[in-house]
């Protein structure tokens, strides 16, 4: 490579380096600032006056978070059956948020017993195939709905 030429990409490759930050910053919008977005399913907790109690879940960045769900306070049968009916409500807060179970990757869940641990496995384990994400599993007094778990996820939009 001829001299002139080399000096001439060196000296262009840290303009060429300064170039990316600043289209990314446009991109995200005037400020640089990338903003949350908040979703609504059909379920969740919502104060009869004013505005909700929490989002459900909402995304920042490529992120979704969605918040903590319990089977439900109606909701009979033992800790598979709940454990079925949370995934499914975690399913239905992230396809509300053009995410799925397979971008999930991280999980925290709540027992109301330790003892349910195995068969909550069970039925999560189900849901997430040969590669789970990181999880956190503790025991807790109660959970407001009266479920027996309860959990909420982080997952890739």
Known sequence: MPRDTRRKFLTAVPALALAAPVAAQQTAGSSGVTRKRVYRTSTGPFKKDGPPLYSQELSFGNLVFVSGKGAGVDFKGDIKAHTKRVLDL???????????????????VYLTDMKDYDGMNETYLSRFGPEPPVRTTVAVVA???RSLVEM???AQV
């Not at 975690?90 to 925290?108: F, H």
């Open 152 to 154: 909420d996820c982080i």
């Open 143 to 145: 959970i407001p709905d």
């Open 90 to 108: 975690l399913e239905e807060s992230l396809k509300s948020a053009g995410s799925s179970m397979d971008k999930v990757l991280r999980v925290t």
